[in-house]
Every structure is written in structure tokens, then in C-alpha cells.
């Protein structure tokens, strides 16, 4: 059963959870997506409450058991 609001993700969401499952920090976050650090705290945070995520473990938890996030090769 997916997380009820997975689905509800926007494609930038979607981005931003994958990069939390890579381990990056919101500030790489940013710089990645060229955008500011408040801008991805902000898509973290959205992410994590659409799919009811309690911190970032659970967000990256949730990436990997449902194809958004894949182990390294």
C-alpha cells in the first residue's frame, strides 16, 4: 500500500526526496537544484507531510520501499 500522499508529490518533491535519500543536506540540496536553502527545506518539509513522514529517516525510509530511491550499484 503506498503512502497516501505519495501520489500527491510534485515532480520537484519527487527530485528532492531522492536527493534525502542520497544523503545530501538541505544545503546541497539547494546547490544542486540551484535554488535557495530555504527553498529546499521547504520541498523536504512539504514531501514529508504529504506522505506523512515523521523526520528524514522515514522520508528516506519511504523513497527506497516504494522505487524512488535505489541502492548504489
Known amino acids: ?3 497516501q500522499g505519495l501520489a500527491t508529490l510534485t515532480d520537484r518533491e519527487r ?3 531522492t536527493l534525502v535519500a542520497a544523503g545530501l543536506s538541505n544545503d ?3 546547490a544542486r537544484l540551484v535554488v535557495s536553502p530555504l527553498t529546499a ?3 523536504v518539509s512539504r ?3 504529504k506522505v506523512a513522514a515523521r523526520d528524514r529517516a ?3 525510509v519511504i523513497a527506497y ?3 524512488l530511491a535505489a541502492p548504489l550499484a
Open 58 to 60: 522515514q522520508l528516506v
Open 28 to 30: 546541497e540540496i539547494a
Open 41 to 43: 527545506k521547504t520541498h
Open 1 to 3: 500500500m503506498l503512502p
Open 65 to 67: 520501499a516504494y522505487g
Open 47 to 49: 514531501a514529508m507531510t
Open 15 to 17: 527530485e528532492v526526496v
